[in-house]
């Protein structure tokens, strides 16, 4: 099984932009779900966290199946 850095990782992004797909990967899986985060999304009046829980849709979508959150929160303590 690859690591979360493995996946994660892309060729020329930041410490810093990566860093940030870890944060919103962790957060999109501490609220549990799709279906959850789109709720979030749905009752949020503030645009910016709107915005926010939009990306952490994005990120969630794309990882939560290859990165276990275990993992993702094992690595998000070492930083």
Known sequence: M???IDIMLTKGSSFES???KLDMLL???EIG???KILSEIAAEPDITRKNR???VLDIYERYD???NSM???GFC???
Do not use: I, P, W
Request: with cysteine; hydrophobic share 20%.
């Open 71 to 73: 993992s993702v929160r």
């Open 2 to 4: 690859k690591n979360v």
């Open 18 to 20: 990566f860093k940030n």
């Open 53 to 55: 829980f939009e990306e």
């Open 33 to 35: 779900s799709k279906d």
């Open 65 to 67: 199946k290859t990165c």
């Open 27 to 29: 957060e999109g899986q």
């Open 77 to 79: 303590g070492g930083l």
